[in-house]
């Protein structure tokens, strides 16, 4: 657009929100009925707007949009236009709950061209989502005749405007209750419904569906020096109670889950947040709106990024509202009610990681939201607490509270109020898994010996602290893998070297006699930090990452070796460095730890007792390097999930090529058979800390490779225990010695036949 066409378009100036909102109060209060008082809104919004349409449709069942009020429109279309939610501008705004605001709405893809409303003249169109309880209940809409650019305060205006409609199709006057709770919603009949698998394992229990209690009365204040001095109390309130809720979080053994409730604290506390919820309560609303209000619109702003963080950091956004909401209204939170059953559910539309711990952990079976992903703080919660979760995009709809459910986190589905052979089917599936979990917890104590004598070492595969009261209860020798990067990805800045030096010697002090490898930074790919921007990349995982970012920006590896340094002060320290290249690389980092280790020397700190170097093994070109870089190392650990996605060409992160090529395999076979002799030949420690080191059959095939130590996630320990104990290490490497020059796509189902015949426990 060029300057005098810019000039032409007329800004749009905001009306007095205050007098709006007072005037709107008025309507709400007075008589008449729903119908009435939506006519009277719609004609007060457009005269105090200057707009020359405002129009309101309500959501209907089966998902249409009926235009119910206008002023501007022709009348003879109300109760007669309807649109499908996706359907026009409208439907648009509807289907992604996000506000457009348009100069030019004719122009727009979706506009769809309504002749009964009379809209041949309107150039300009802004329109918000009417929200309540988390779902879009109708559309407002604005029209202007002369092309008109919208002020980014005037869409807040109107989605503030919007809340006060909201309470109204709410109230059932404009469409009856029953017809809005059974939105979208099926009969009671049994349902099976995929999702996806957030944390594995099997629960039943009865649904206790989790939402707001809070019903938002006034919107619209009286008194504003009263409302901000509400919030201030709340907000003391809720600051001493989630206080609280971290002590007994603590006490309870979750570890310290000190990395997530931080930052969840972080937010309670976060100035841009109370200060916008400061600024609705001056336009005129109740603190219980503004905080409300403050909320859609960080919805309605958000809901369009697709990144993990932001999208999980809204999770943790809604879990302070709602807490903020209960505070206000002096309720308390509904996980308080003795009346809950003894084995519940959790059924919500998001979660909090306090959320969910404000319900009896005894009680608790399993969860489903509706939003959420496995590196959700929720979720970390959840597997501490050992609760399958599941997401499920419309929960919500399809479960009512008290429904019998069943939740099966290893295959991503859940059951809803299952017939009675289902339920039995899963009595069963669970006892048969206690008992599994009850041999695997009698393997412990026992040695991790092979039935033919072999030692074999299983080592942890971590990343936060609440992962390390796992170390000890499952027997495990020690850390093979702790994953820097995940404290480093749950923070809002880039953390100081105290508070790194400070995690780091927590953990070696829970480790305590066992020995940690920590691995440096690994973020890029996959894993972006929130305050570290790489601009887009076209193939991330073949990017910036990792070491790579580790020798560009030498400072954070520095501030990072520097941090465990003087975290081991007498401790014997291994440091191992990611997605090593080429030898140059090693020898570039190793470089700077020796900067390091003399500097701290120099500054008369305690050096670590022993120092032991790595480096893994993800990137094939250092497969072909091995001879220069055998002698440069102590230990070397392959990354399984890494060096298959390279070998093969084929991201491990987009499902239709993650699962094509198995590491159990001919190529990755071969290739690891002489990577064990390399390292025998050279005397170097090596391990495998991927994926596969957890799965029985796949530890099975790395044993009789000659892999003699395996890192992986605390649960496998147990199986793969359970596994290697059963083994005949000999009767394998003889049998294997006939696979590496096979032409199979994938040796697993020899392997497996070697198991069932010589009674291996996979
Ligand atoms: C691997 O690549 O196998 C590995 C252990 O590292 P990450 O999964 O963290 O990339
Ligand atoms: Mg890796």
Do not use: K
């Given at each position: 657009m060029d300057t005098t066409e810019r000039e032409t378009i007329a800004a749009y100036e905001g009306p007095d929100s205050r007098r709006l909102l007072a005037r709107l109060r008025d309507v709400m209060a007075g008589g008449g009925s729903g119908q009435d008082r939506l006519n009277e809104i719609v004609g007060l919004i457009a005269g105090e707007m200057r707009a020359d349409v405002c129009s309101c449709y309500v959501m209907r069942a089966g998902e249409v949009l009926e235009l119910f009020a206008t002023q501007?429109?022709?009348?003879?279309?109300v109760h007669k236009t309807r649109l499908r939610v996706g359907e026009g501008i409208v439907g648009e705004i509807a289907a992604h709950a996000r506000a457009m605001a348009l100069?030019?709405?004719?122009?727009?893809?979706?506009f769809a061209y309504r002749p009964e409303t009379g809209?041949?003249?309107?150039?300009s169109m802004a329109g918000v989502p009417i929200l309540r309880g988390g779902k879009v209940r109708g559309v407002l809409v604005l029209q202007h005749k002369e092309r008109r650019h919208y002020a980014e305060e005037l869409v807040e205006t109107l989605q503030t405007i919007a809340m006060v409609v909201a309470e109204l199709v709410a109230a059932g006057e404009l469409v009856n209750a029953q017809e809005i709770s059974n939105q979208g919603d099926p009969v009671l009949l049994p349902a099976r419904l995929s999702g996806v698998a957030l944390n594995p394992g099997l629960a039943m229990g009865v649904a206790v569906v989790h939402r707001p209690?809070?019903?938002?009365?006034?919107?619209?204040?009286?008194d504003e020096g009263k409302e901000q001095e509400r919030l201030s109390e709340a907000l003391t309130a809720m600051h001493s109670a989630i206080d609280d809720l971290l002590a007994a979080a603590a006490l309870a053994g979750l570890g310290e889950p000190r990395d997530i409730l931080e930052t969840y604290r972080m937010f309670a506390e976060d100035r841009g947040w109370l200060s916008r919820i400061r600024e609705a309560i001056r336009m005129g609303l109740t603190a219980e709106a503004a905080v409300q209000q403050v909320q859609n619109d960080t919805r309605v702003r958000m809901s369009?990024?697709?990144d993990p963080y932001i999208r999980e950091r809204l999770l943790d956004l809604d879990d302070l509202t709602n807490r903020l909401l209960l505070h206000l209204a002096g309720k308390k939170s509904e996980?308080?009610?003795?009346?809950?059953?003894?084995d519940l559910v959790l059924v919500a539309r998001s979660l909090g990681p306090a959320e969910l711990l404000d319900y009896d952990q005894r009680r608790l079976r399993g969860v489903i939201v509706e939003e959420g992903s496995p590196s959700s703080h929720v979720c970390i919660v959840a597997r501490a607490l050992d609760i399958p979760v599941v997401q499920v995009s419309d929960a919500l709809n399809r479960i009512e509270a008290g429904d019998p459910l069943i939740v099966d986190g290893d295959h991503a589905t859940i059951f809803v109020r299952p017939a009675e052979d289902i339920q039995d089917a899963f009595t069963q599936s669970m006892d048969l898994r206690a008992r599994r979990e009850e041999m695997y917890a009698q393997t412990?104590?026992?040695?991790?010996?092979?039935?033919?004598g072999v030692p074999i070492s299983i080592q942890l595969n971590c990343g936060l602290l609440?992962?390390?009261?796992h170390l000890h209860a499952s027997g495990?020798?020690?850390?093979?893998?702790?994953?820097?990067?995940i404290p480093f990805m749950v923070r809002s800045t880039y953390p100081e070297v105290d508070v790194q030096t400070d995690l780091y010697a927590r953990i070696m002090d829970e480790a305590g006699e066992r020995p940690v490898i920590f691995r440096t930074l690994d973020v890029g790919g996959d894993k972006m930090l929130p305050y570290m921007s790489s601009g887009e990349e076209e193939n991330p995982s073949l990017g910036w990452r990792a070491i790579r970012i580790g020798l560009d920006h030498p400072s954070l590896l520095r501030q990072q070796l520097r941090a465990l340094l003087c975290a081991a002060a007498g401790r014997p320290l291994s440091v191992m460095f990611p997605m090593v290249a080429e030898v140059a690389e090693l020898e570039a980092a190793r470089n700077i730890l020796n900067l390091e280790l003399e500097r701290l020397v120099e500054h008369g700190r305690e050096p670590p007792s022993t120092l032991r170097v790595g480096a893994m093994?993800?990137?094939?070109?250092?497969l072909f390097q091995l001879p220069a870089l055998l002698p440069r190392v102590d230990f070397v650990s392959v990354g399984s999930n890494d060096l298959t996605q390279y070998v093969f060409a084929?991201?491990?992160?987009?499902p239709r090529t993650?699962?094509?090529?198995?590491?159990?395999s001919p190529p990755m076979m071969c290739l690891l058979r002489r990577l064990v002799e390399a390292c025998s030949e050279a005397n170097v420690s090596l391990s495998l800390c991927g994926?596969?080191?957890?799965r029985p059959l796949d530890a099975m095939a790395l044993i009789g490779m000659g892999f003699r130590s395996l890192s992986m996630a605390p649960p496998s320990v147990g199986p793969v225990k359970t596994m290697l104990r059963s083994l005949d290490v000999a009767a394998l490497r003889q049998y294997m010695?006939?696979?590496?020059?096979?032409?199979?796509?994938?040796l697993r189902p020899k392997l497996k036949a070697f198991a069932k015949d010589h009674g291996v426990l996979i």
């Open positions: 501007g429109l022709n009348q003879s279309a100069e030019d709405a004719p122009s727009h893809p979706s809209e041949d003249p309107f150039q209690q809070v019903t938002i009365r006034q919107m619209i204040a009286e369009h990024l697709t996980a308080d009610g003795a009346t809950l059953p003894d412990r104590s026992l040695p991790s010996v092979t039935r033919d609440i992962d390390l009261p495990a020798e020690g850390i093979g893998l702790y994953r820097t990067e093994i993800e990137v094939p070109s250092l084929a991201d491990r992160g987009n993650a699962n094509r090529y198995d590491p159990l994926e596969m080191a957890g010695q006939g696979l590496f020059q096979r032409p199979d796509h994938s």
